[in-house]
């Protein structure tokens, strides 16, 4: 086997020797399960009808955004868990010091690196199956109980999922760079539930008072993942809540969201096989 | 049988800001032999033992192993292993499980793992979690990853450190194996009687600098000191013996004292010349306090002289 092919087995190796990574599955499940469970509730004819009551306007959503809405609560809400995940790839090394015999093991840092790249991205997509579950397993029974269409046999539905598998991806892959970058597990531990939580929804917002922000806001990995994945609950408030300030830049066509989330993703783990991964073993 | 494998520091400098940890420092740990790498905490053992396994990089200097640097090694742990520290495992990975990742990593078949587990005497803990071991049994799981490769030559800091007697006798027994399986060991103390019944050879280290670099049996040599006395009339011709045979005779307070010749090799010179010795005694000062006298700092001296 080639050193980057025993390193992968290896990183394997540390990640399923440990509860981490099923704890993390279970919580995205459950979480994702409940919000588009949720989401499926409020969106629905009964749900724009309480809405209706509260005030005019409302709009009725058609079949397929409705169920694209719901199915998306894995990149709406849940795509800290891979970003997450990617973070303490990295972190967990330093933490327990086990960079020593890692290191000891490969003396090429490169390779460990590339390596928890690899095992990022692979984790990544195995959340995105999982938050899934989540999603469509609790999302289409409640849709179809309320009255609306499950919308499974749509090739629009159909593609937002498998783009789903390629954002919570690069959002694993965009932990395990900020993770080399900080080293410190505390910090990027708070800076990722911060950023993603916080700082990020209320930026988006703020964005739409104006267009040029707008048209910046549309590079912020959350606005990046809506374009890629082709739905988004914070995109598509405006539909929802014409209140809501909603200026508009030109939206990035699907292919350019990938694009500027896998940059996102990509640059940290560069950066830090430049600058973190050259320092001394401590 | 393991290819010759010795391990050479040459010239090591390493600067941590404002800190010179290391000038200059040079020695090679033959193979077959094992070598006590000694001083106090702090003297920079550990940094040197972690640029050889390419853990850190020296400002200038080199280190390598067979005439190679461990980055440049392909599969190095079945080259060289070290185990540097006792406190480098996920606490709640299994001891079994780490080495299997290290394992892995290295291209080692996974059969090697229970092999140097139960070397090392952990078979029975293996499955569980390395934060409820002791710190003997995490030397012992460094240790096992150290051998885990089937290495021409092992690097240990501190091996000693936390083991019962018990563990101390058994590690002494190891390494002595291995070194005599042809391997190179060099391992680290601060506490030279720790050590002392283990090395053959014996580079110390003071203040980032080697400040003695040679056999065990050398620092010994050096310093034997023991007292002598005849009867008063046959001084004069023990001392001229004892000169003859290059040993230094001073006239102490009572008799003589030689320098430079241990007990029995000053009885056989006075056997020799026909005198018949009324004292023998050895006053060297014992390698710990040489090795104390090596390593002592000369500020904290000054100022207890001064107390």
Not at chain 2, 41 to 62: D, F, H
């Amino acid at each position: 086997m080639s050193a980057l092919g025993r390193a992968v087995a290896s990183e394997f190796a540390k990640v399923l020797s440990l509860r981490a990574w099923w704890l993390l599955g279970l919580v995205l499940l459950l979480y994702i399960a409940v919000t588009a469970a949720g989401l499926a509730f409020f969106l629905s004819d009964l749900g724009a009808q309480l809405g209706a009551a509260a005030g005019p306007g409302a709009p009725v959503l058609d079949a397929v955004t409705t169920a694209n809405l719901v199915y998306s609560s894995v990149t709406a809400v849940g795509l800290v868990i891979p970003l997450l995940f990617g973070a303490l790839l990295a972190t967990t090394e330093y933490r327990h010091r086990t960079l020593t015999p890692t290191v000891l093991a490969q003396p090429r840092r490169g390779v460990v690196l590339a390596a928890k790249a690899v095992v990022a991205l692979v984790m990544g997509a195995l959340y995105g199956v999982i938050g899934l579950a989540g999603s469509v397993g609790a999302g289409a029974p409640t849709l179809l109980a309320v009255g609306e269409q499950a919308a499974l046999d749509e090739p629009d539905v159909l593609t937002v999922l498998a783009r789903t598998l390629l954002a919570t991806a690069l959002w694993s892959l965009l932990g395990l760079g900020l993770g080399a970058l900080l080293t410190s597990q505390i910090a990027a531990i708070v800076i990722v539930l911060a950023f993603t939580q916080f700082v990020e929804p209320i930026l988006r917002l703020i964005a739409g008072i104006s267009e040029p922000t707008a048209a910046i806001a549309r590079f912020l990995p959350g606005a990046a993942t809506d374009a890629l994945v082709g739905a988004g609950i914070l995109s598509s408030l405006g539909a929802i809540d014409p209140s809501v300030p909603n200026a508009t830049a030109d939206a990035l066509l699907w292919w350019q969201g990938g694009l500027v989330l896998a940059a996102l993703a990509v640059v940290p783990v560069v950066v830090a096989a430049l600058t973190t991964a050259r320092r001394d073993v401590e | 049988m393991p290819s010759s494998t010795p391990l050479e520091v040459s010239r090591l400098t390493k600067v941590y800001g404002p800190v010179t940890a290391l000038h200059d420092v040079s020695f090679t740990a033959q193979p077959g032999r094992v070598t006590g790498f000694l001083g106090p905490n702090g003297a920079g053992k550990t940094s040197t033992l972690r640029i050889l396994l390419g853990l850190n990089r020296p400002t200038s200097g080199s280190a390598t192993i067979a005439g190679v640097p461990y980055r440049a090694l392909e599969r190095p742990l079945t080259r060289v292993g070290g185990s540097l520290s006792s406190d480098v495992f996920h606490p709640a990975r299994s001891g079994r499980d780490h080495l299997r990742v290290v394992a892995l990593a290295a291209g080692i078949p996974l059969p090697r793992v229970d092999v140097v587990l139960e070397q090392v005497g952990l078979q029975h803990a293996a499955r569980r979690p390395v934060g409820g071991y002791s710190l003997g049994m995490r030397q012992r799981l460094g240790l096992a990853g150290a051998l885990l490769g089937d290495p021409d030559a092992l690097v240990l800091d501190e091996p000693i450190n936390g083991l019962d007697p018990d563990g101390i006798r058994w590690m002494r027994g190891l390494l002595r194996a291995l070194a005599d399986e042809g391997r190179t060991v060099l391992l680290s103390s601060h506490v030279l009687s720790e050590v002392q019944q283990t090395v053959d050879d014996v580079v110390v280290i003071r203040h980032g600098r080697i400040v003695f670099d040679g056999a065990l049996s050398d620092l010994e040599q050096g310093t034997a000191r023991v007292r002598v006395d005849v009867a008063p009339g046959d001084r004069a011709a023990l001392a001229a013996a004892l000169t003859a045979a290059g040993a230094g005779v001073e006239a102490g307070e009572h008799g003589l004292v030689v320098v430079g010749l241990d007990a029995r090799r000053t009885g056989e010179v006075a056997r020799d010349a026909g005198l018949a010795l009324t004292h023998l005694s050895d006053e060297g000062d014992g390698l710990e306090a040489i090795f104390l006298q090596l390593t002592a700092d000369e500020s904290a001296s000054a100022e207890g002289s001064a107390a």
